[in-house]
């Protein structure tokens, strides 16, 4: 009988580069394998998010040989880095459904008090993380991380863990494009062409592989470990490019949009720290208070309710008053929230550039607000007129860094009488500021391949030129800024790093800008501000295991195995750890072989293995793994 089962893909691994620096080897298992078998079974770290006052979400995910079932996963929170003080423990039970995370919004905290949190099954703990809850009433001074865009194949996450060094941060402020939804690129790093699952991810079986792939890197689960988290998506969550009902990287041939974006969605949710709104999932927008000092107010410019971005040429529609970037319910809650805001600095974080940018003397940014100008009018116009103050607008999204002010018309020379216009000498007519972090690897200008009509060296100088409300521009670095706010100031200090094309980079700070309270207009400093003690202690780093050791160790891991049952495609997604012999037989039910799917020498590494199950008879089968001297099998149903 002819077998139809067809291996379509199969994976790819890493020609991991072994770490030539001793610091680095002693630091982390770098370089060879993101993969710490030590982690077992929470090989995928901890984390934590979204803090109030009194609560704060934290995250895990197991990792079982048992792949069907509940699991109880115990879960403590506690005062000290030992994990001794209890203030609160629990049990959270999960399964298949939610791809065995494990999410809990532990309540009845103090407020801005640093916690220390952990989860254990079976006499097997995990990495311990470090959270810190949101203050109340006065506060001198807040600091916070800000970062966007990490492309795994385009370079190493050394600004999460650059981020992670810190103890003086209240919370690093993520503004999405966490993750990216290509396949396989012949553009990655050396070093990071591993990609799991290799393919454009669609489905919620890829989703929650892409997100488990993601959070296998080192630095981002130590950013993870040491820091809460405020996160929102950008388009990449999806697709590019996103809008409400579809995006520029999703064709009918991918399937129906709403169900892709929902996979998407759902897996977001069950990966990331973020608290889920009762009745509506997709909600992502929404506001952290932090003390009399500050409003963080995080809104969903993409997905929740943007129109379709239209071409340049196209000014008859894009220029229509009625389009809109967020939708007419979150527009109005946005603009409420501004005008009850009580706190001296509302923070807005909107994943894509909100002030206007001239490049060749047109706007040509059509997915920016830039493609919205009406709302954004109706939105600076109302700043204006209810003369709200201290607005600090934090971007990510572009892969450039930029300080700016955000005025209604920057590109008009200011008017005293009628208040128009706006005057890059003294900020008239400005009305907010806006800080754009760079990103943390994704491709900037300098590593693609587009034709620029000058030099790239010559981009910002001639960009500030046209862009009077600019304050500095980089096109071609990679880091983060830290945002620190007092009561006199509003501060942005951006941090770069030597490279991203290497792992545990080091880094350097260069540009400083702030704006006095209630100036709105960015000043230049040439120091960052400075630290902020006493700073908590780091949570324990996790169990390292040198390279030599990972050599000798021949195990390897099922990640997950979905859907199952299965329609047409199952997904085995697998770590190993050292290059071995990988044998994948498909039984029947009684255990009689019927076909070896696969069978070659794999390097260590992660894999995700797909198999097209459509004109397989319906019926129970056996998947049996054999690598090295071990033997593992599981189930699947075939629908
Ligand atoms: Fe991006």
Redesign the pocket.
Known sequence: MKNTILLLLCLMVASQSIAQNPSIISTVNRGEANFNPLLEPFYHGVASGDPLSDAVIIWTRITLDDISGNVDVNWKICTDTELNNIVQAGVFSTNEDRDYTVKIDVQGLDPNTTYYYGFSYDGMSSMTGRTRTAPVGDMERLRFGVV??S?FGQGYFSAYSRLADRNDLHAVIHM??YY?EYGTSTNAIPGREDLCPTNEILTLSDYRIRHGFYKLDFDLRRIHQQHPMIITW???EVANNAWLDGAENHNAGEGDYQERKSAAIQAYMEWLPIREQENDNQRVYRKFSYSDLADIIMLDTRHEGRDEQQALEDSIIWTVEDRTILGQEQYEWFLNELETSTAQWKVVGSQVLFTPVSTLGALDNMDAWDGYPAERNRVVNFIDSMEIDNIVVIT????IALAGDVALDPFEEYDPITGSGYDPENGDGACAVEMITP?IS?NNLDDTDVDLPIPISAVPAFALSINPHGKFLNVVDHGYFILDLDNERAQGDWYWLDSKLTPNSGEYQEHTWYTLDGENFLRIDSIAATDIVPAPDPAPGEPTVSIEELKENSGFTILSAFPNPTKDIHLLNYALEKTQQVKIDLLDSSGKFIKTLKEEKQVSGVYTLQMNVEKLPAANYILQIYIGNQLKSYKVSKL
């Open positions: 966007t865009c492309n999405g494009d990216y950008d388009d990449h990510g999204d572009i892969h990103s994704s």
